[in-house]
């Protein structure tokens, strides 16, 4: 018989996780530090009322990254993709400016969940970013798994040994229960959060099609993708050559949009307010 686990983190009291602030503490908190930002006209404040949380999910080089830099500045990347070199280059290329600061994590370190919480708490108690980013799930997933096969039972063995050395539905589910923890956290700040992430191929168990969706370990994905304001499929239009996303579900790709957006969108988050607030629609 499997002796109980010992978690190197402590569990967490669920009654203690913190709440998701209210759109007035999100709306205060903007016109307290940020009074005089906006973008396309339209202040932090206001835009805060109706978008907040964004999940953005699609291949690599699907632009979303390229999307973190028309985020509400400034802005705070935690960085487990190695992705800001894109933002990087873009700056050089483009010759634009940036308010933003980052961490960068690896996802093979057992510790990077640890660092990342601890990170996030100094974030949330300095209050000086308008946007914070996770970049990406997908890999903060694979962190947590590493962290949960490090786990010791009474005995002093790890889990890992215990089947040797691979993940089973034990592992999983303890980290689905860890990644929404930390989600849970993440979506506490009270200002803009944006979470990217990388896309799988799924079948739909009841009529076996096939569904493009985040690649998050196992039923985390669906109740993921419930908390957002804004949840997006990106891909890269060959033909028009820019960023897209879609904005709607299609059968196959999972998106909705709390905003009322067309079934495709461009890749912009100043070109979604100019749609939603200035009745101006830049993708015709």
């Excluded at 805060?48 to 999940?55: C, F």
Aim: aromatic share 12%; glycine share 8%; proline share 6%.
């Amino acid at each position: 018989m499997t002796k109980p686990y010992k978690n190197p983190v402590p569990a967490p009291d669920p009654d203690a996780l913190p709440e998701v602030p209210t759109t007035k503490e999100c709306v205060s908190f903007m016109k307290e530090k940020f009074p005089k930002r906006e973008i396309r006209g339209i202040k932090y404040s206001t835009i805060i009322e109706d978008i907040r949380t964004l999940l953005i999910y699609g291949a690599p080089g699907t632009g979303k990254t390229y999307f973190i830099a028309t985020m509400p500045q400034p802005i705070f990347v935690f960085d487990i993709d190695d992705g800001l070199r894109t933002i990087r280059t873009r700056m050089r290329k483009e010759k634009f400016k940036l308010a933003y600061d980052y961490e960068t994590y690896d996802f093979g370190d057992k510790h990077t969940p640890e660092k990342m919480a601890a990170k996030f708490d100094e974030v949330k108690e300095e209050k000086k970013y308008a946007t914070i980013v996770l970049d990406t799930a997908s890999k903060l997933n694979r962190a947590i798994m590493a962290q949960v096969l490090d786990l010791k039972t009474e005995g002093g063995s790890s889990t890992a040994k215990n089947v040797g050395g691979a993940p089973g539905k034990l592992h999983y589910g303890i980290q689905i229960f860890m990644f929404e923890r930390f989600i849970s956290h993440f979506m506490s700040y009270p200002g803009f959060v944006l979470v990217n992430s990388h896309a799988a191929i799924q079948k739909n168990k009841i009529d076996m099609i096939e569904e493009v969706m985040p690649a998050i370990t196992g039923g985390a994905s669906n109740r993921l993708s419930d908390s957002f304001d804004e949840y997006y499929h990106s891909f890269y239009d060959s033909v028009g050559k820019r960023y897209r996303a879609n904005a709607r579900p299609d059968g196959i790709y999972q998106a909705r949009s709390r905003g009322g957006l067309p079934d495709v969108v461009g890749l912009d988050f100043g070109e979604i307010i100019d749609y939603i607030y200035n009745d101006i629609n830049p993708w015709e």
